[in-house]
């Protein structure tokens, strides 16, 4: 059974008159443990794909169905619960939380969920260790490098164990030796910890390391045929 | 929701120069609320006191102040023999101001042994059996004796009457303890007083049915045609009639009071509203994370309500700190209102500024709640 399966979905914008169309009835099968990487021009609709994937936005037609619930139907609370154990996010600027440490950045989706103390701080621990910033935990954004809190965004993506790592342009704003850290990291994540990963970038470099590569282009979705990723 | 209170602490200690400036704010205007409140407190508790409804104050037609009101002391045996009278005190009044003020002072002179029984005073220091043998001896309100730093053993002179302070005393009733007692036959003969056989009002103890108009009325009709005529009313009702003035002052300041809360309201909203509107994309990310939007607007509620409530608590303990230290009082033709700190009034002022919080931070927590996730995030 996939894990998603992505059915006509349309978005438009109106602006001024204007109907764009930056998704027109796209489908797409996620299954598990994918690793799908997501390329195209500026302005295609990615990140609008990316944004409806994980229920922050509202597609003007289609279905995104995961596990069988069609979550465009769900409400916005429903939606954010769904988001809380489901999905991680991995943004291009972290969107790190200045107030809070690292460690309490990371901590911030696990408060949403029923878990006793104890139990979040090993799951805290471990995430911190995977994106080998634990001597880094009590640090806050300001203190830290912009690789550094990248892996602390990632830390933080992923310490819930989500169903879907999302990744919007994640080396975007790196320089290349980071940006490569940031890549393995990133494999590491669908190779070692066997998460479903959806990427989009710009850099080829990323694109080729994923198991599934897709151009969006004109509102249309195109899957490369089945060449392989570069290994890790 | 409690997990979520290091970050709602963090958030208003990351800005604490706007969060201070917030709280202080909003620290005045309590206090401001409280003082007044507590004005309006003394008022009430003057004019529905125990005593307010079964004593009758027996006063000279058309006066007021203690000065102009002279009657014979030998109306009291007349009217003890009226139907509906259980006791009658005549009382001398003496006060060094007549006119509304901050420090009045007043003397009450009782017959040396009436007063145990007309007042329920509780001494702190002294005796009421030094206080009977002494004719010059007097007991202090504990409000006045704070205020002009008096107590046993000192002599005090106001008016140029001289009483030995022989104890301080405090009463349940507060604007007691605004008084002097003395007894009634030292003020009759104090100097230049010229009140031998004299006296300003006398307090009449309603029997146990009696109705208290029937009875003034009574009183009042019995004198009509003699040498001074009287008016009489329930105790209430003439101190409601003497701080009427006051009393109408006191409600124009209890409306600024409200305005001070109205203020607050403003404060407290205009800041959580800069603190939502620095933070639309910090919302957007805790909504991304699996905030649901009505904990993003209980966030955005708590950290208005704890801007409103330290402000709100320190104001109000600076206010109940300085009416209990300072004993005030307002006070006007020998009638005082006592400014007391309650449990009332820090319940009271607590609540209100939990409620100006709550309803400041509706505005802004709904916006916060309502943002777009996906425009919010794309902002530079
Ligand atoms: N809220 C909106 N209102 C109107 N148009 C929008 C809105 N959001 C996105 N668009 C338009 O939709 C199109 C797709 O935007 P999107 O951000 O998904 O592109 P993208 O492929 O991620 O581009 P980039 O590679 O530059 O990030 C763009 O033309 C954009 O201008
Ligand atoms: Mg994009």
């Known amino acids: ?232 | 929701m409690f997990r979520f209170a290091p970050y709602v602490l963090k958030c208003l200690w990351r800005h604490r120069t706007r969060t201070g400036l917030t709280v202080s704010g909003t620290a005045v205007a309590l206090f401001v609320f409280c003082v007044v409140t507590a004005v309006q407190e003394g008022l009430d508790r003057l004019t529905h006191s125990a005593g307010a409804e079964r004593t009758l104050v027996v006063f000279q037609e058309n006066q007021f102040c203690p000065a102009n009101s002279r009657l014979p002391e030998d109306y009291a045996p007349a009217i003890a023999r009226l139907p509906g009278v259980r006791d009658v005190v005549p009382v001398g009044v003496f006060t060094n101001n007549c006119r509304a003020s901050l420090d009045m002072v007043v003397f009450q002179g009782f017959p040396s042994q009436q007063l145990r029984a007309a007042r329920p005073l509780e001494l702190l220091s002294g005796s009421f059996g030094q206080f009977e043998q002494q004719p010059d001896a007097a007991l202090v309100g504990r409000a006045v004796a704070r205020r002009r730093q008096i107590g046993a053993g000192d002599p005090f002179t106001v008016g140029g009457v001289t009483v030995a302070i022989v104890g301080v005393f405090a009463s349940e009733a507060p604007a007691e303890e605004n008084f002097i007692y003395t007894h009634l036959d030292f003020l009759q003969r104090a100097p230049g007083r010229n009140a031998v056989g004299v006296v300003t009002q006398l307090e009449v103890q309603l029997a146990e049915h009696a109705d208290p108009d029937t009875t003034a009325t009574a009183i009042d009709d019995h004198f009509r045609h003699g040498p001074v005529a009287t008016t009489t009313r329930p105790q209430g009702v003439f101190q409601r009639e003497v701080v009427a003035d006051l009393a109408e002052t006191i409600g124009f300041a209890q409306w600024l009071g409200y305005a001070c809360l109205g203020l607050v309201f403003s404060l407290i909203a205009a800041t959580t509203v800069m603190a939502v509107q620095d933070r639309i994309k910090e919302h957007a990310l805790l909504q991304t994370l699996g905030l649901r939007p009505l904990r993003v607007f209980g966030l955005v509620m708590a950290e208005s309500l704890l801007q409103s409530l330290a402000g709100g608590l320190l104001g109000i303990a600076a206010g109940l700190l300085l009416l209990s230290w300072w004993g005030f009082s307002i006070g006007t033709e020998g009638v005082a209102i006592a400014l007391q700190p309650s449990l009332r009034l820090a319940v009271w002022g607590g609540s209100v500024s939990a409620g100006v919080g709550l309803l400041a931070g509706l505005a802004p927590g709904y916006q916060a709640a309502r943002t777009e996730i996906v425009p919010a995030l794309r902002q530079a």
């Open chain 1, 1 to 232: 059974m996939p894990l998603i399966e992505i059915k006509n979905l349309t978005r438009q914008f109106t602006k001024g008159g204007e109907t764009l169309t930056p998704l027109d009835a796209v489908n797409l099968t996620i299954e598990p443990r994918d690793f799908i990487s997501l390329m195209g021009p500026s302005g295609t609709g990615k990140s609008t794909l990316l944004n409806l994937l994980v229920g922050i936005d509202r597609p003007t037609s289609g279905q995104i169905v995961v596990h069988g619930t069609d979550i465009t139907r769900l409400s916005r609370a429903r939606l954010a619960d769904w988001r809380a154990a489901h999905i991680g996010y991995i943004f291009q600027t972290h969107h790190l939380i200045p107030v809070l440490t690292a460690y309490e950045n990371v901590e911030l989706p696990l408060l949403l969920l029923p878990l006793p103390a104890a139990e979040r701080r090993k799951r805290v621990e471990i995430a911190l260790e995977a994106v080998e910033l634990t001597d880094r935990a009590d640090h806050y954004p300001r203190q830290l490098s912009g690789g550094q809190e990248q892996r602390v965004g990632i830390a933080r993506a992923i310490v819930t164990n989500p169903t879907l790592v999302v990744a919007d342009e994640p080396t975007g704003d790196l320089d290349p030796r980071t940006a490569a850290q940031i890549l393995k990291l990133i494999q590491r994540l669908n190779v070692e910890l066997e998460m479903t990963l959806f990427v989009v970038t710009h850099d080829p470099q990323v694109a080729a390391v994923a198991a599934r590569r897709l151009h969006l282009d004109e509102g249309r979705l195109i899957e490369a045929p089945g060449a392989d990723p570069v290994p890790a």
